[in-house]
Structures are given as C-alpha cells and as structure tokens.
C-alpha cells in the first residue's frame, strides 16, 4: 500500500527547542518537497529535493533545514531560530518527468504548536 | 507578489447544483495547472489537471476550463455532492521547473 507517512500527526514543543518532523513515502518517487500552511494562506514551499543528497530552498527556508539521505526520506528539522514556527506542515512527493511537474502526493500532514 | 489567486475564500452551493470555482494566474510561462482538494487536517490530494495546450478536461463531475489570453482557469462541479464540502486549492508551474505555485484556496460550503 503506496504512500506518503508524516509523523507525529500532533506535536507540541517548548520555545527555543529544535524539533524534528518526519516524511517517508515509498512510491519511489524522485522529488520530495516541504510546506507550510497558516490559516487563510495557500500552501508555502520551505524546501524541496529532486534527488537523493541534493536539496533547494523554497520560498520561506529561513529558520528551518532539511536532508535527503535516502529516496523514502526527507525529515525537516524546525530550529529555534524560526520566528513563528507554529503552522501545519505538509509533506510531499512526485515523479519528475519530461522537465515539467507533475501531480505531488502529500501525507497527512503534522500540527506542530510550540509555547 | 501572488502568483496565482483565488480571489474568493469561500463559496457557497446548492446540493444538485453548478459549483463555479475560480483562478487567476499571472505569470505567463505558466504551462500545467492542477487543483487539488483538502479536508482539515489532511493533506491535500489531486483532483484534476490541464496542460496549457488544451483549453478543457473533463473527469467525471469535475471539469477544468483554462483561458489562457485571460490568464483565468476555473473548476467546475456538477453535481455539486455534500463530500465536496472542502477547501480548494488551484496550483500552476511553469516550463521546466518543478515547483508548484499554490493559490489562497476556497472553502466551498454544499448546503443540503
């Protein structure tokens, strides 16, 4: 049963502590990406990867970093420097064909709330 | 500067009739255009696509419509089912680039 996993679903974390949010699919895709959503805002791209130990940044990278050291993983880790980390994250996979995008496939998301 | 807008945060619709949702876009290197649907709390999934040679697609109940000398798509629904109660989401990308652009998104609301 192909995927995208993202866990925890809720996370709560303490003010100035890095936190670590997990992404797995195993649709052998080759590009993996990461957004933020905020209430009333469209999907915001932090970073994205099209292959395995290679990664770019989004649009809102600033205060968070990632890896790509397989192709079924991509964590994001959010550090204290992020401003106002609380948001839901949403992670997601696709194919990457004939130089255009394709449908992504996103997993079901993690509420993180820090205090 | 938006991308890709979604000027209607919410819409609200009969059960039985025509769901109108609607997307502007303004960036012209724009090639492939898809709408996905998201219920709280989960992620979003695909809904349908169109490239930028075709000017409709069609699938099932939902038809995508894409204007491309007004920079304008729109998705419609019909009939319009109480499990389309969900927040919209129009996104675009451009020639040779993998990222998406993503709208605000609209709440479509089906009353009963």
Redesign the interface.
């Known amino acids: 049963d192909g995927g ?1 996993t ?1 866990s925890p679903k809720y996370l709560f974390r303490k003010e100035g502590q890095n936190v670590t949010l997990s992404c797995e699919q195993n649709l052998n895709h080759d ?1 993996m990406y990461w957004y933020r959503q905020d209430p ?6 932090i970073y ?1 990867s ?1 292959i395995v130990n290679d990664f770019q940044k ?1 649009d809102i990278a600033e205060g968070y970093s990632v890896s790509r050291e397989k192709k079924e993983s991509f964590p994001l880790t959010v550090t204290s420097a992020q401003k106002n980390p609380t948001a ?1 994250y ?3 996979s ?1 194919i ?1 064909q004939g ?3 394709d ?7 993690t ?1 993180l709330t820090v205090t | 500067d938006q991308q ?1 807008k ?1 000027n209607s ?1 919410s819409l609200s619709v009969q059960e039985g009739r025509i769901s109108i949702l609607n997307c502007d876009y303004t960036n012209s290197m724009f ?2 255009f ?1 709408w996905y649907k998201k219920y709280p ?6 809904l349908i ?1 169109i490239s930028s040679i075709k000017d409709k697609n069609e699938d099932g109940r939902f038809t995508v419509f894409l204007n491309k000398s007004a920079k304008h798509l729109s998705l419609h629904i019909v009939p319009s089912q109480p499990g389309d109660s969900a927040v919209y ?1 129009c996104a675009a ?1 451009a ?6 652009i ?4 609209t709440k479509l609301i089906i009353k009963p």
């Open positions: 995208i993202q590009a009333g805002q469209g999907l915001r791209l994205y099209q989004g839901f949403l992670c997601a696709s990457l130089g255009s995008s449908e992504q496939y996103f997993g079901p998301g509420r | 890709v979604q945060p090639d492939y898809l709390a989960e992620g979003p999934t695909f696509s989401f990308s020639i040779g680039n993998y990222q998406l993503w709208g605000a998104g």
